[in-house]
């Protein structure tokens, strides 16, 4: 954070999100494609911080930072749109710490501009509810709702169709995200997509759906990141309770039991595999 801002008078993590499963049922005519997937959150992420300023300004920090545009950010956006419906323009000046890879499959950007969102929402004395926030975050991108709540939820349509989904302990387990550090275009995944519908998401418990199911991009994503073969044959070695590519790619995850087991699992990850980006946490 730069020291001329001074303190932040606020802050709100942008969770990493991770898809447990991801079926990808129908190419939309408008580029989207129809979906169903389940959405979990770790409480772990980016930062974003804000402080006083007649004006709205965004300033970026941290590792992945290097090539983030400060002027045309999806945080400057959402922070936009929500001065939009609400009034007017309103001034913040905003700074994002970027602990998340970028183009990685965990809803970095789309996890920004929700944090944006609430983080305003509170600085601004909106009084929005988490629901009308999310309704506000639907032309941001079809990843952007789910990330306003930042709940585990089964989304459809093209994402952003959210519903409870009941859980069965997923939320005691840790979760070790793995990213070779290779971007991802997710619009190139979704285009290498074979376009068979292999069915939808089975109905019940998280993690029993979880299991059940698949990620329908990770074949596609295979073929055009190989490094992301050596990555889940690492996390498979470390004996999780489950191990998949979360959205387009290119993080993988993996859960396991206890933060002991993650913890090893990670230090075996970067022995293994060498330059990579790690992250563990909690379910939200």
């Not at 995200?177 to 971007?183: D, R, Y």
Request: aromatic share 4%; with cysteine; proline share 5%.
């Amino acid at each position: 954070m730069p020291a001329s801002l001074g303190r932040a008078a606020d802050s709100e993590t942008a969770c990493a999100k991770i898809n447990l499963a991801l079926h990808v049922r129908q190419r939309l005519p408008d580029g989207y494609h129809r979906i169903e997937t389940i959405f979990a959150f770790l409480d772990q992420g980016d930062e974003l911080s804000v402080h006083p300023g007649d004006d709205l300004k965004l300033t970026i920090g941290g590792r992945f930072a290097a090539g983030l545009d400060d002027k045309d950010n999806l945080v400057l956006q959402a922070a936009d749109r929500l001065a939009a419906v609400s009034g007017g323009q309103r001034g913040a000046h905003l700074h994002l710490e970027k602990r998340l890879p970028v183009a990685s499959g965990i809803g970095g950007g789309s996890a920004d501009a929700a944090a944006a969102l609430r983080l305003l929402n509170r600085f601004w004395e909106l009084d929005h509810s988490i629901a009308e926030l999310a309704e506000i975050a639907k032309p941001l991108g079809a990843d952007v709702p789910a990330c306003v709540a930042s709940q585990t939820c089964r989304g459809t349509g093209i994402g952003q169709d959210l519903a409870p989904v009941p859980d069965d302990g997923s939320r005691h387990h840790t979760a070790l995200l793995v990213n070779p550090l290779v971007p991802v275009s997710t619009a190139q995944i979704f285009a290498s997509w074979d376009g068979i519908d292999r069915g939808g998401l089975a109905d019940g418990q998280v993690l029993t759906v979880a299991l059940a199911g698949r990620n329908d991009l990770q074949k596609p994503a295979l073929a055009l990141v190989p490094i992301l073969t050596r990555v889940l044959n690492a996390l498979d070695r470390c004996d999780p309770v489950m191990a998949r590519m979360s959205g387009s790619g290119a993080t993988c995850f993996a859960l396991f039991d206890s933060a002991e087991a993650a913890d090893k699992a990670e230090q075996y990850c970067r022995s293994a595999l060498g330059d990579i980006w790690t992250m563990t946490g909690r379910f939200r």
